[in-house]
């Protein structure tokens, strides 16, 4: 279940990708409503995202909100890819 959640998390990234253009291109937000839980907002507090800029933080914001709906993914590569 673990590794379907970070699966679906990257997925989403590339349907961020996918809206840019291409997966090749920049991400851009999707636009779907950040809903993060207090632990997905401690993991984004960490050290690993320290560097990130505000825009890459709410990439991140969007696909950590929607990781744990494990049809999302694919639903929105479809859309956008």
Known sequence: LTFARILNHEMIHIAQS???????????????????????YTLLSSKVYKNFSKYQISLEKE?????????????LINKFC
């Open 18 to 40: 996918c809206k840019g253009g291409s997966i090749n291109s920049n991400p851009e937000l999707i636009g779907i409503k950040q809903k993060l839980t207090e632990e997905k």
């Open 63 to 75: 696909a950590y909100s929607y990781q744990d709906n494990l049809s999302i993914g694919k639903y």
